[in-house]
């Protein structure tokens, strides 16, 4: 069983940058990929990005694509989600998640998940 605890959300304009951190610990071994869903007021919860631990490669939501970045610290069993030029579309809670890849996790066949953190982008 993987624990992750997700942080760093918070109010910004519009415009502007956030960076999101989700640590895991617990057995870290089993989980190949980690990555970001988020949920907005009334919407269901959505892919946002992910990134695969063994090779580094990255995946993103269309939506996010060249705004966000993902990216991993091994030795500290962290993600980070670099959110950058944020738009008051962006606000919702974002979820950390492991999975055994980025193709199940893009499936939300996820094997855990972090407590949320709000982000809000005023406009």
């Known amino acids: 069983q993987v624990q992750l605890v997700d942080s760093g959300g918070g109010l910004v304009q519009a415009g502007g940058s956030l960076r999101l951190s989700c640590a895991a610990s617990g057995r870290t071994f089993s989980s190949y990929a980690m990555g970001w869903f988020r949920q907005a007021p009334g919407k269901e919860r959505e892919f946002v990005a992910a990134?695969?631990?063994?090779?580094?490669?990255?995946y993103y939501a269309d939506s996010v694509k060249g705004r966000f970045t993902i990216s991993g610290n091994n030795a500290k069993n962290t993600v980070y989600l670099q959110m950058n030029s944020l738009k008051p579309e962006d606000t919702a809670v974002y979820y950390c998640?492991?999975?055994?890849?980025?193709?199940?996790?893009?499936?939300?066949?996820?094997?855990?998940w972090g407590q949320g953190t709000q982000v809000t982008v005023s406009s």
């Open positions: 990134i695969n631990w063994s090779d580094g490669s990255t």
């Open positions: 998640a492991a999975a055994t890849s980025i193709a199940t996790m893009r499936l939300s066949l996820t094997t855990s």
